[in-house]
Nanobody, 114 residues
Framework: QVQLVESGGGLVQAGGSLRLSCAAS????????MGWYRQAPGKERELVAR???????NYADSAEGRFTISRDNAKNTMYLQMNSLRPEDTAVYYC????????WGQGTQVTVSS
């Protein structure tokens, strides 16, 4: 059973930065895709960014140019660097990894104040 643990969320002012981390209990090179999703109150969970096993990266339009997804295979950890944060980025951010099945972390709250 794979476990994903997110950290790095918090309260930040608009324009600020945060770096989220997702630590996996298994080797992340075994995952076909890893990604970050977010869910704001009253809204559906949405993709923020994802990175494939081959290193292909996709961003949501809202994240393009402000967020950077990366991974450290040696540490079995994926990151999301978030810059120029906006109040509309406020959400619970979830880590996702796909192997033979999809795994989710418990989420980390990001709150951006105006």
């Amino acid at each position: 059973q794979v476990q994903l643990v997110e950290s790095g969320g918090g309260l930040v002012q608009a324009g600020g930065s945060l770096r989220l981390s997702c630590a996996a209990s298994a080797s992340i090179v075994s995952f076909n895709v890893m990604g970050w999703y977010r869910q704001a109150p009253g809204k559906e969970r949405e993709l923020v960014a994802r990175i494939t096993k081959g290193g292909i990266i996709n961003y949501a339009d809202s994240a393009e140019g402000r967020f950077t997804i990366s991974r450290d295979n040696a540490k079995n950890t994926m990151y999301l660097q978030m810059n120029s944060l906006r109040p509309e980025d406020t959400a619970v951010y979830y880590c996702n990894a796909v192997q033979s099945r999809s795994y989710w972390g418990q989420g980390t709250q990001v709150t951006v104040s105006s």
